[in-house]
């Protein structure tokens, strides 16, 4: 399915900058969800959010700050980041029960400098 | 604590070539396990979920399996396509966290 779409694709931005990711998806789920991708390392849960709800925080911090303003959008909102945080940032959506299959986007490519 | 480890971390296959991926996992209250197929810039695309040990499904050259405490992904004779990184997940109960292995890079020979 092909139902979850990421903009922008790539990203550089400096460590000053403000910037946003946005993510929407078509497929009619309630629950959507912010993982970082890093190399060697297994994705990493950010944010969760359940019929707008944030329902998991990762421990992830302040500089970035997710925004849910309905089950279809999802954005991730990014203020003086580091340079350890570039990387792959994927969006993906479920229905939200147990055990639905969870569907990405092709992510954003961030790169800090 | 829930958690998902992957088997082996790369793989090289000839074309033609059978092999197995392995993902152990132990979670408390299995609600699914997850298998993806991923190239590189690219986001996770969906293979198979499995919900109870025994379950078996299959796609093209591609069966996925699921034990108590881990799952295969067997490829049978591959083709240079099915080269990409396999990822496993799973997701368990109470939660809405699908927690994920680091993947198997496979790449197939021609």
């Known amino acids: 399915e092909t139902g979850v779409t990421q903009t922008p694709r790539h990203l550089v931005m400096g460590m000053t900058n403000k910037k946003s990711l946005k993510c929407e998806q078509h497929?009619?789920?309630?629950?959507m969800y912010w993982y970082k991708q890093s190399a060697k390392k297994p994705l990493e849960l950010m944010f969760v959010?359940?019929?707008?709800?944030?329902?998991e925080n990762n421990s992830v911090p302040s500089r970035f700050s997710p925004e849910c303003p309905n089950s279809s959008h999802l954005f991730l909102h990014l203020h003086t980041l580091q340079p350890e945080d570039s990387a792959l940032y994927l969006c993906?959506?479920?229905?939200?029960?147990?055990?639905?299959?969870?569907?990405f986007g092709e992510g954003s490519w961030l790169t800090v400098v | 604590e829930d958690q998902v480890t992957q088997s082996p971390e790369a793989l090289r296959l000839q074309e033609g070539e059978s092999s197995s991926l392995n993902c152990s996992y132990t979670?408390?209250?299995?609600?699914?396990l997850f298998w993806y197929r991923q190239d590189p810039g690219k986001g996770p695309e969906f293979l198979f979920t499995l919900y109870s040990a025994g379950e078996e499904k299959e796609k093209e050259r591609l069966k996925a399996t699921l034990t108590k405490k881990e799952s295969f992904l067997h490829i049978t004779a591959p083709k240079p396509e099915d080269s990409a990184t396999y990822l496993c997940a799973v997701h368990a109960s109470g939660t809405y966290k699908y927690i994920f292995g680091t993947g198997t890079r496979l790449k197939v020979l021609a």
């Open positions: 993906a959506s479920s229905s939200g029960e147990g055990g639905n299959t969870i569907y």
């Open positions: 979670v408390s209250g299995l609600r699914g």
């Open positions: 959010y359940n019929f707008k709800e944030q329902t």
């Open positions: 497929l009619g789920h309630n629950a």
